[in-house]
Nanobody, 118 residues
Framework: QVQLVESGGGLVQPGGSLRLSCVTSRSIFGIYTMGWYRQAPGKQRELVTTITSGGTTTYADSVKGRFTISRDNAENTLYLQMNSLKPEDTAVYYC????????????WGQGTQVTVSS
């Protein structure tokens, strides 16, 4: 069974930084596109950023220049470095692994809470 295990969430003041981590199994990390989504209270889950197995990245406009996604293939770990955090970044952040062949297969982590508040 594939598992994605996130860590690194917490409470931070506006302007601060956090780094999220997501560890998964080698069987998917090398071929799946990995990403981070978030869901704020009362809102739909939204895509934050993705990184392909080849290292190509995409970012939501709201986080460009502040967030950086990266992957450590040797450790099967995905990271999200979040800088200059704003209150509107407050949400549960989910790690995602996706592969599209004839259909799209998705795996999700359990989520980690990020709260930006003074």
């Amino acid at each position: 069974q594939v598992q994605l295990v996130e860590s690194g969430g917490g409470l931070v003041q506006p302007g601060g930084s956090l780094r999220l981590s997501c560890v998964t199994s080698r069987s998917i990390f090398g071929i799946y596109t990995m990403g981070w989504y978030r869901q704020a209270p009362g809102k739909q889950r939204e895509l934050v950023t993705t990184i392909t197995s080849g290292g190509t990245t995409t970012y939501a406009d709201s986080v460009k220049g502040r967030f950086t996604i990266s992957r450590d293939n040797a450790e099967n770990t995905l990271y999200l470095q979040m800088n200059s955090l704003k209150p509107e970044d407050t949400a549960v952040y989910y790690c995602n692994a996706a592969l599209t062949l004839l259909k799209t297969t998705n795996y999700w982590g359990q989520g980690t809470q990020v709260t930006v508040s003074s």
